[in-house]
């Protein structure tokens, strides 16, 4: 007797979802999930009832120039350390097939081509609905139009920037090509804060048509990052040390961060995790569902930049 579409299902998951993206897929790209996951920004964590990101905000005010060898120092309790909570967002897909869909790939050869096709699917499904939600703030899963804003203001994990300035994201204006270079190059420095690579922004995004009118301004010294990418066919522009791609959920925007101050913390036992099948209720079919709990969260906001119109 052959398998059923479900026990060849449970079987292939776990393979398929590490070497997913065989069958020709007609409508994601999720570029921005691929760079995410390659630059570490993508962490697996063991979630609690919240996400609390530590943060040193300020320096101790005791630090001082001492006018002579004997000043009396500060006794004031040292108080430079605050925290940031996130509330954990859900992101789920569905795998649905019928008693018919059995009957009609009675082989092996037939479920299991199927059955492939299927986790392909839920899975490109998962990722590219949640590179949409990195771009907007959808059910509580933050995009970039929440943790990085026009004006750098915003709750963001429960700190209010317009009243701790510190927690204000770095931003910049440019009208067109005549000044998008120099408005990316602001908001660049503003990030970087004059120290190592480790904390400058190592991507930035936004739509094809923004990167385009960079890249127009790059012709004549044009350089890309990643020579792993040419030899795929493929190119990612480089904007100082950074990697520039686009998305088509992007916008005029360009945003920036690094996978230190920007992270999408999932759940170690909950990413792109594969339920139980179950029976569907007054129908000839069975489902399986697949689930993700995480968040977008950031424990250093003035890391975070956006150039925009």
């Known amino acids: 007797m ?46 609690g009832a919240t996400i609390e990101a530590q943060l040193d905000y300020r320096r101790n005010a005791s630090a001082a120039v001492l006018s002579s060898d004997l000043q009396p120092v500060s006794l004031v309790k040292t108080e430079v350390m605050t925290a940031a909570s996130y509330a954990i967002a859900s992101v789920s897909a569905s795998i649905v097939w019928s ?17 492939d096709g299927l986790i392909n699917n839920a899975i490109d499904s998962h990722d590219d609905l949640l590179e949409q939600t990195l771009f907007t703030t959808t059910n509580g899963l933050l995009g970039f139009d929440t943790l990085v804003t026009d004006a750098g203001t915003g ?23 005549t000044d998008i270079e120099a408005g990316m190059t602001k908001v660049w420095n503003a990030c970087t804060k004059g120290s190592g690579s ?23 010294l044009q350089r890309y990052i990643d020579t792993q990418d ?3 066919g493929f190119k990612t522009l480089a904007f100082k040390t950074a990697r520039y791609v686009f998305s088509p959920y992007g916008g005029t925007r ?5 996978p230190k101050s920007y992270q999408i913390r999932v759940s170690k036992q909950y990413f792109r995790s594969k339920g139980k099948e179950q029976e569907i209720d007054n129908a000839q079919g069975y489902r399986v569902l697949v689930y993700s709990a995480m968040q ?3 424990d250093n906001r003035s890391r975070l930049g956006v150039v925009h119109l």
Do not use: C, H
């Open 2 to 47: 052959s398998l059923s579409i479900s026990q060849i299902l449970a079987a292939s998951y776990p393979a398929v979802v590490a070497d997913k993206r065989k069958p020709t897929n007609q409508w994601a790209e999720s570029a921005l999930m691929r760079e995410l996951e390659k630059q570490g920004a993508i962490k697996k964590v063991s979630l």
């Open 230 to 232: 040419l030899a795929a």
């Open 99 to 115: 008693k018919e869909d059995e009957a009609k790939n009675p082989t092996e050869n037939q479920k299991i081509d199927l059955v």
């Open 254 to 258: 360009i945003f920036m961060g690094n």
């Open 198 to 220: 480790a904390m400058s922004p190592r991507f930035l995004v936004s739509n094809s048509d923004t990167q385009a009118v960079f890249e127009g301004t790059q012709q004549a």
């Open 155 to 177: 709750t963001i994990g429960g700190i209010d920037a317009s009243v701790e300035t510190w927690w204000k994201n770095q931003q910049n204006t440019y009208t067109g090509a």
């Open 296 to 298: 977008v969260v950031t």
